[in-house]
């Protein structure tokens, strides 16, 4: 399922599961979002997309190098 046209809350942890982005946002079309990682280490994070008003959510892993 994906989760369009309602407001979502973005977490981005580290590798020890710090909190290092958190923002709410209205995805602009087709779910897509940036992200300004210029001061971001680099390592591995994980990405947790969570829709504000139901249970759908979704995992993912970047690597910044």
């Known amino acids: 399922d994906k989760i369009t046209n309602t407001s979502c809350l973005i977490q981005i942890f580290d590798e020890l599961g710090k909190i290092i982005f958190k923002e709410t946002t209205l995805p602009k079309s087709s779910f897509s979002f940036q992200i300004n990682t ?10 947790m997309v969570t829709a504000i008003n139901s249970n759908e959510s979704y995992t993912g892993k970047a690597i910044i190098q």
């Open 38 to 47: 210029s001061s971001f280490h680099k390592g591995i994070y994980f990405i």
